[in-house]
């Protein structure tokens, strides 16, 4: 009997899936937490983006807008930016044009939490004087 329980032949395949299943859990949960780095970078700039257009001295607000909107949909697809929002605001005592974006963070490759992720952007307002 004793023989029997210090035989440890078989191991090796058992410890291999327990070690690769763990590892490429590890790899995956990297990549998706990349991936969510990625998409909010993207939303950010293209709020910035949204903002600087929505504050020259000859656009509109809405114009400012729908660039964030086009700015989204190019670079990660149009499920992302769910309500882009543009509102005039004060920073600093001067003028400036506020973009918030509320976007899906992504949890599970493409799939997540929608309107999960909020960002904003602002920028002075231009005009002619």
Not at 94 to 102: C, D, E, L, Q, S
Not at 116 to 126: F, N, Y
Request: proline share 5%.
């Amino acid at each position: 009997m004793r023989r029997l329980l210090d035989d440890e032949r078989g191991s090796a395949p058992v410890e291999f899936v327990l070690v690769g299943t763990l590892l490429t859990m590890l790899t995956l949960g990297v990549l998706q937490f990349g991936f969510a780095v990625y998409v909010r970078n993207v939303v950010h700039d293209a709020a910035v983006e949204g903002a600087y257009h929505a504050a020259l001295a000859d656009t509109t607000p809405a114009q400012g807008a729908e660039r964030t909107r086009a700015v989204i949909e190019r670079t990660v697809g149009s499920g992302y930016g769910v309500d882009v929002r543009v509102d005039e605001d004060g920073v600093l005592g001067y003028p400036a044009v506020r973009v918030t974006v509320a976007a899906t963070l992504p949890l599970a490759g493409l799939l997540g939490v929608p309107r999960g992720l909020e960002v904003q952007a602002h920028a002075p307002i231009e005009s002619f004087d």
